[in-house]
C-alpha cells in the first residue's frame, strides 16, 4: 500500500515538470519521509514540491537539476 510508502526515489528518470505535477496530486504520501527526483529534467517544478502535502518529509534530493537560484530559494522557503 502506499500509505506505508516512506521513501520514494525517481532519480535519473528524465522527469519534467509535468511528471512531477502528477505526482503531487497522490493523496497517500502522507508518511513519504524521504523524497530523491535529483539527476532529473525540472525546472520550475518548486510549485509542484509545494503542492505536495508531506508533512513527515525529512529529505528532499534536488540536485542536478534545472532549478533557477529563484526557485531554490522558494523551495528552501517551502521546506522549512
Same mark, same amino acid.
Given at each position: 500500500?502506499? %500509505?506505508? *510508502?516512506?521513501?520514494?526515489? *525517481?532519480? @535519473?528518470?528524465?522527469?519534467t515538470? !509535468?511528471?512531477?505535477?502528477?505526482? @503531487? /496530486?497522490? !493523496?497517500?504520501?502522507?508518511? *513519504?519521509?524521504? *523524497?530523491? /527526483? @535529483?539527476?532529473?529534467?525540472l525546472?520550475?517544478? /518548486?510549485?509542484? /514540491?509545494?503542492?505536495?502535502?508531506?508533512?513527515?518529509? %525529512? @529529505? +528532499?534530493r534536488?540536485?542536478?537539476?534545472?532549478?533557477?537560484?529563484?526557485?531554490?530559494? !522558494? +523551495?528552501?522557503?517551502?521546506?522549512?
Open positions: 500500500s502506499n %500509505r506505508r *510508502l516512506r521513501s520514494l526515489d *525517481l532519480s @535519473s528518470n528524465g522527469l515538470d !509535468e511528471h512531477l505535477a502528477a505526482v @503531487s /496530486v497522490a !493523496e497517500t504520501l502522507g508518511n *513519504l519521509e524521504a *523524497l530523491d /527526483v @535529483s539527476h532529473n529534467r525546472g520550475s517544478a /518548486v510549485t509542484a /514540491v509545494a503542492s505536495i502535502n508531506l508533512p513527515r518529509l %525529512r @529529505s +528532499l534536488f540536485g542536478s537539476n534545472y532549478l533557477t537560484d529563484r526557485g531554490a530559494i !522558494e +523551495l528552501s522557503r517551502t521546506c522549512l
